[in-house]
C-alpha cells in the first residue's frame, strides 16, 4: 500500500509493532467513525474513536471507544479519577493534541495524556484507529497499542448488546 506515512505509522515502525493501515475517501459531511467502518467493510464493534476529555482537576484524558458506542461520562471519570469529566471543544482539539476532527489518533499527541482504551478492544485480535489523518485508519492488536501508549483497558460505554462476554472473534 502506498499509504503517506503519518506520525502515527512512523511511531508503529519505530516500535516495530506489526499493523496495516486502511485508506477511504473521506467527507466532509460525514467524518462519523461508523461511515469510515461503512467504507471500510468493517464491522463499527472494531473501530474505535478517540475521545479528548477534561476532569474536574483540569487535567486531560484520552477515551477510545467503538465508534458505534456512546461513553459514559460518569464510567469515564472514575476510570481518569475525576469526579467528573467533559469532552473538550473541538476548536481546542489541535492546539492540544496536533490532530484534528476526524483524524485524532490515541498515539503522537503533542502531549501523553492517561489513556482509556474500551474493554470491549480485547474481544478482537486487531481494532481500528485513526492513523493520525483524515481517511486513514491503521489495524493492530488493542495489547500492542494498549503497551505502546501506555493505555488501560476499562468500562467506557454503555451496555449495549456488544459486551465484553462475547467470545473473541
Do not use: W
Not at 501523553?112 to 492513523?131: K, N, V
Amino acid at each position: 500500500m502506498n499509504a503517506k506515512k503519518t506520525n502515527v505509522l512512523r511511531s508503529l515502525d519505530a516500535a516495530g509493532i506489526a499493523y496495516e493501515v486502511k485508506e477511504y475517501a473521506v467527507s466532509e459531511a460525514d467524518l462519523s467513525g461508523l461511515h469510515a467502518a461503512e467504507l471500510l467493510g468493517l464491522p463499527a464493534e472494531m473501530i474505535f474513536k478517540t475521545l479528548v476529555l477534561r476532569g474536574s482537576s483540569l487535567s486531560y484524558a484520552v477515551c477510545c471507544i467503538p465508534v458505534a458506542g456512546e461513553l459514559d461520562l460518569k464510567k469515564a471519570a472514575r476510570a481518569a479519577g475525576e469526579k467528573s469529566i467533559e469532552l473538550i471543544p473541538v476548536k481546542e482539539l489541535q492546539p492540544l493534541t496536533g490532530y484534528v476532527r476526524g483524524g485524532c489518533s490515541p498515539i503522537g499527541m503533542k502531549k501523553p495524556f492517561p489513556t482509556f482504551i474500551d474493554e470491549t478492544a480485547e474481544l478482537f485480535d486487531r481494532i481500528g484507529i485513526s492513523a493520525g489523518q483524515r481517511g486513514m485508519q491503521v489495524l493492530l492488536a488493542p495489547g500492542d497499542l494498549a503497551s505502546f501508549i501506555s493505555a488501560v483497558f476499562a468500562d467506557l460505554s454503555f451496555d449495549n448488546e456488544f459486551s465484553r462476554t462475547k467470545e473473541k472473534s
